[in-house]
Nanobody, 115 residues
């Protein structure tokens, strides 16, 4: 059973930064697509960022220029660097692993942006 464990969430002031991490318990991490999603209270879960096995990336318009997704295949970890955070970025952030028949989610980490 694949497990994804997120960390790095917390409370931050507007304009601040956080870096989320997601570690995967898989044999070969490099072959998988990794994504970050978020879900704010009362809203649908939305895709925030995407990174392929070839390190190609894509972002939601709302986070472009502020968030950066990256991966370290040796550490089996995907990161989400979040800068210039806004109150509307407040949500539970989830990572997702995709590849072939594999589709797994982490348990989520809370990010709260508030003064």
């Amino acid at each position: 059973q694949v497990q994804l464990v997120e960390s790095g969430g917390g409370l931050v002031q507007p304009g601040g930064s956080l870096r989320l991490s997601c570690v995967a318990s898989v044999s070969i991490f490099s072959i998988y697509v990794m994504r970050w999603y978020r879900q704010a209270p009362g809203k649908q879960r939305e895709l925030v960022a995407h990174i392929t096995s070839g390190h190609d990336t894509n972002y939601a318009d709302s986070v472009k220029g502020r968030f950066t997704i990256s991966r370290d295949n040796a550490k089996k970890t995907v990161y989400l660097q979040m800068n210039s955070l806004k109150p509307e970025d407040t949500a539970v952030y989830y990572c997702r692993l995709l590849g072939g028949r594999d589709d797994y989610w982490g348990q989520g980490t809370q990010v709260t942006v508030s003064s």
